[in-house]
């Protein structure tokens, strides 16, 4: 089952572009978050949504923006790309349906160039 | 804000033995501590959740304690198999807040 899609999977940028990463979710779970996850430093929350039309920062959000307009759909744009965050992202959604447990997209990998 | 620890950056042991891999936490007690596995290039996959008025919880060969005393799980990978190697993470949840550890990478050797 496809769950949830991250696209794209890869992608190089340069610095002072805007890129945008989209996750979509097939379990209508009403939770999603973005994560990202660097050497050394494990996942870390940048931002999360309970629901549609809500969103909450995390640990890490400077530099981020999300929407989510709809329950299926969470992107993640960084509006001005810095070297800085160059890492995986992972895309993740919980629900009523998955008993607290939370599931992971394959990751977008960004290069910052 | 919640810290998590997990004990060693990597683990090596012989195919067969029990690897034991440990996740200390600070702050408030989660309600829900969870182990999570991950292999290269891929997304963290679940594997066992235990509630904070659970001591131990079993699936197959996988054994988690959680001990909210001590403030620590420990996740027990027995008979272990080379394919048992990756990297495990733990992660507390209160509420609708995941917090994940480092991870442990662990290699079972043959």
């Known amino acids: 089952d496809a769950g949830i899609t991250q696209s794209p999977r890869y992608k190089i940028t340069e610095t002072g572009r805007q890129v945008t990463l989209m996750c979509h979710q097939t379990?209508?779970?009403?939770?999603m978050f973005w994560y990202r996850q660097d050497l050394g430093h494990g996942l870390r929350l940048i931002y999360y949504?309970?629901?549609?039309?809500?969103?909450d920062k995390g640990e890490v959000p400077d530099g981020y923006v999300v929407s989510r307009s709809k329950t299926e759909n969470f992107p993640l744009t960084l509006e001005s790309a810095t070297r800085s965050q160059t890492s995986v992202y992972f895309c993740?959604?919980?629900?009523?349906?998955?008993?607290?447990?939370?599931?992971f997209g394959e990751g977008s990998w960004l290069t910052v160039v | 804000s919640q810290k998590i620890e997990q004990n060693s950056e990597a683990l090596n042991i012989q195919e067969g033995k029990t690897a034991t891999l440990t996740c200390n936490y600070t702050?408030?007690?989660?309600?829900?501590l969870q182990w999570y596995r991950q292999d290269p290039g891929r997304g963290p996959v679940f594997l066992l959740l235990?509630?904070?008025?659970?001591k131990e919880k079993r699936k197959e060969r996988l054994k988690v304690t959680f001990d909210t005393t001590l403030k620590q799980s420990l996740f027990h990978i027995t008979a272990s198999q080379p394919a048992d190697s990756a990297t495990y993470l733990c992660?507390?949840?209160?509420?609708?807040?995941?917090?994940f550890g480092t991870g442990t990478s662990l290699t079972v050797i043959p």
């Open positions: 235990i509630r904070e008025n659970e």
């Open positions: 993740a959604s919980a629900g009523a349906s998955s008993g607290n447990t939370i599931y």
């Open positions: 702050n408030y007690s989660p309600a829900y």
């Open positions: 379990w209508s779970h009403s939770y």
């Open positions: 949504s309970a629901a549609a039309d809500i969103t």
């Open positions: 992660a507390l949840s209160t509420g609708n807040q995941f917090y």
